[in-house]
């Protein structure tokens, strides 16, 4: 009778400290993934930011090249008008 008082003494302390290990672990990769979640989120945001920033800079040379575009056609009107003899 005493030697299984030992052993399940022994076993009760064995699962205690599998238990309190597996809880750490368990708040440990919680921490972890929280961590991981709030520089996703940061990343997240950077590339938003960096996404709206080259649509801005895109849109403006689109004005651009709309803007030489139409300039382009006023000259080469005002040119075939200077070309054109007697005017």
Known sequence: ???????LT?????A???GFAAMGASV??????AKQTQRNSQ????????SRTKSQEASSIK?????????N???????SR???PGT
């Open 10 to 14: 022994w076993l009760t302390v064995l």
């Open 16 to 18: 205690l400290v599998v």
């Open 28 to 33: 440990w990769l919680s921490a972890q993934a």
């Open 82 to 84: 200077l070309a054109k």
């Open 63 to 71: 004005k651009r090249l709309d803007k030489l575009a139409s300039d």
């Open 1 to 7: 009778m005493m030697k299984e008082k030992n052993w």
């Open 43 to 50: 990343l997240a945001g950077q590339l938003y930011q960096a």
């Open 73 to 79: 056609s006023s000259l080469k009107k005002k040119n």
